[in-house]
């Protein structure tokens, strides 16, 4: 089977222009996408340009995530996006090896980290960790977020360990 050029791929993307006019996800990203809600939406706007937002209460100056309408510590609803480094420490993880939705069956098993937050060790993000040996993928590992722009209108942000940066001589 001939494999497309980039003038194939062009024609392909002319014979849906109302995908590629909305913006839709690109027919090639299988996998679910986040909704975004009120609270929900500076956060995923904020990953859009490449950065990491976590909600911040004026009030008590606590970061909570996942966003909620009020502040997990004080109740205030004084929250704002306070923009972090993106670094912190693999505080769980598990390997997933049976897929719970058909866009994930060619990636198992995948490992799911709860990364805790070097600003802040109460904030845990669910993620994906990627570009780490096996032995990385451990408690305590040091790790950064990097952004995966998956479709034209989101990016996820994922996590790599710190080191494989550091190997590159990216730092
Ligand atoms: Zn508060």
Redesign the pocket.
Known sequence: MPTLDSRGSRRIMAAIPSLAARGAPMPDYDKPLPELNQFTKSYWEAAKRHQLAIAK?S??G?LNHPPKPV?R??Q?DKLAPQVVSGKGTIYSYTVTHYPYHPGFVKNGPYPVVLVELEEDPRVRIVSNLVDYKPEQLKVGEPVEVVFDDVTPEVTLPKFRPRAAAAARGER
């Open positions: 209460c009030a008590c606590r502040c510590f004080c205030s």
